[in-house]
């Protein structure tokens, strides 16, 4: 692989988070300034919640152009920029930041990912009714842009655990600041979840159910929650087909997966560094195959 030149003048930009080693991100990044010839490089940083504030702190001293905020920095993120998008207030949570001039401001690029990848799966959703599984920070981002994007109904389906009450109040300043209608119900209703699924276009699990090492988990307890027309997606991507998605196909209902939605809030965020487009067919290529 052609190295990235290092210069007096190299720009930067960064990952924060914990953990932070499996990130394919430096490798979109940094293969995303080689095609553009930008001198900037792109470095994942492990930082612990007690760190944060020296973190960032650092990044301002240094110039740095921007950097993205993964798990746990998500919302603390949100609490230290000066300026903020409309996703980003209405999420509570900040993915991106551009500083200029030690004035920083935040953006959350991941509903905008997820919004993307179900456009370049091949599905039109604006206008149709929306249910999802969970109540995380993938969630929160995901209820916010559909809203935002034109998708006028959504249910959200979840455990009544931590995030919940988080994920509450997204709802309440989506019902309140745009034309969607957000209810929220409780898994162990059964009967909600299987008349939501029957109303809706497409079913997300926006939850970690299903992840690797935990395989078999899924939120659905069988196939007849399905129906021909429904299109199943899930955030995860690893691994590529989660239990749900399985159990989707085998009813015939079109599926993908969280892997471009990674994909397309690195390249927002590469564009609001830069002002170039993320030369997406070359990082999807090289790296999500």
């Known amino acids: 692989m ?3 030149p290092i210069t007096g003048h190299t720009g930067l ?13 430096p490798e979109m990044h940094n293969e995303s300034f080689r095609y553009h010839g ?4 792109y470095l994942a940083f492990d930082v612990a919640p007690e760190q944060f504030e020296a973190a960032v702190d650092g990044l301002i001293t240094f110039n740095a152009r921007g950097w993205n905020c993964t ?4 919302r603390r993120m949100f609490e230290r920029v000066d300026k903020l998008s409309k ?8 993915n991106t930041v551009v500083q200029e001039n030690g004035v ?6 991941d509903g905008k ?15 149709k009714k929306m249910t999802l599984l969970g109540t995380g920070g993938a969630a929160a981002s995901i209820i916010t842009q559909a809203a935002l994007d034109g998708v006028p109904k959504i249910d959200v389906i979840a455990r009544k655990g931590n995030s919940w009450n988080a994920v509450e109040q997204v709802i309440h300043r989506v019902n309140s600041r745009t034309d969607c209608k957000v209810c929220m119900y409780e898994l162990k209703d059964e009967v909600q979840m299987k008349k939501s699924i029957d109303e809706s276009a497409i079913l997300i699990n926006a939850s970690s159910v299903g992840m690797s090492p935990h395989e078999e988990g899924c939120l659905v307890p069988d196939v007849s929650y399905f129906h021909p027309e429904l299109i199943v997606s899930d955030v995860i991507y690893q691994p590529r087909k989660t239990r749900l998605l399985q159990m989707a196909e085998s009813v015939g209902c079109p599926t993908f997966n969280g892997m471009y939605m990674l994909l397309y809030q690195g390249a927002y965020a590469f564009e609001l560094w830069t ?3 993320m030369p997406v067919e070359l990082v999807k290529n090289k790296y999500f195959k």
Do not use: R, W
């Not at 798990?71 to 998500?74: A, Q, S």
């Not at 207030?89 to 900040?94: D, K, N, Q, R, T």
């Not at 920083?104 to 690029?109: D, I, P, W």
């Open 104 to 109: 920083l401001t935040g953006f959350n690029t």
């Open 38 to 41: 930008l001198d900037y490089v």
């Open 2 to 4: 052609e190295t990235i």
């Open 275 to 277: 002002g170039k487009p």
């Open 87 to 94: 996703e980003a207030e209405l999420i509570g949570a900040v």
């Open 71 to 74: 798990m746990p920095h998500k």
């Open 113 to 127: 990912g997820y919004m993307t990848a179900v456009t370049d799966a091949g599905f039109d959703i604006i206008g």
């Open 13 to 25: 930009t960064c990952l924060l988070g914990q953990p932070v080693a499996h990130s394919v991100s």
